[in-house]
């Protein structure tokens, strides 16, 4: 009875060491998704602002 509660508790604490892995692998992806996605948008953004601006002024 000891020995396969033993088990349960060694299998337990192995799947929450995986679990807290999966878990830092998606943080660290999401964090590299985040910093691309910026990344892009800093570089659309840029010129995209810069056509927007042109016709806005010509309106007003």
Known sequence: MKEK???????????????????NLNEKRKSALNKMSKSILNE???????????????QT
């Open 5 to 23: 509660i033993k088990n349960k508790k060694e299998k337990s604490e192995m799947i929450k060491a995986e679990l807290d892995e999966l878990l």
């Open 44 to 58: 659309k953004g840029e010129s995209f602002g810069k056509e927007q601006k042109s016709p806005l002024n010509k």
